[in-house]
């Protein structure tokens, strides 16, 4: 792996954060950039539940975990494929969402 600047985040080959632990808000907008996404408190309600999924079952979630999660923890946010597909900007919601938390990259995404 290429040594990066003090300032930017250590990156895996998938773009994802080497060590979850790494991770800060300005981070999560660092990597938001990469899909020219100016991250809300909404968009950080949903990094911070998304965090705590990882934490509670060590693992990121795929697409479906990821929706049933968010939808029984943020209820008020109606969220869903679609919604979040337009929150951050991309067809890969589990893929990235999980990207801009810091977290791995779930299993069998692309």
């Known amino acids: 792996m290429n040594k990066l600047p003090h300032d930017t985040p250590r990156l ?3 773009g994802h954060l080497q ?5 800060t808000p300005a981070i999560a907008q660092q990597l938001a950039n990469t899909l020219d996404l100016q991250l809300s ?5 949903i990094l ?4 705590h999924f990882f934490e509670t079952y060590h693992h990121s979630p795929a697409t479906r975990a990821l929706i049933k ?3 029984a923890t943020l209820p ?3 969220l869903s494929n679609q919604k979040l597909q337009q929150l951050f900007n991309t ?9 801009i938390a810091g ?3 779930p299993p069998n995404c692309l």
Not at 41 to 45: L, R, T
Not at 48 to 51: A, P, S
Not at 91 to 99: F, S
């Open 12 to 14: 895996d080959h998938d």
């Open 19 to 23: 060590n979850h632990l790494d991770w």
């Open 41 to 45: 408190d909404e968009h950080y309600q």
């Open 48 to 51: 911070q539940q998304v965090r």
């Open 69 to 71: 999660h968010l939808t």
């Open 76 to 78: 008020e946010l109606q």
């Open 91 to 99: 067809g890969l919601v589990a893929r990235h969402i999980n990207r």
């Open 103 to 105: 977290l791995p990259k």
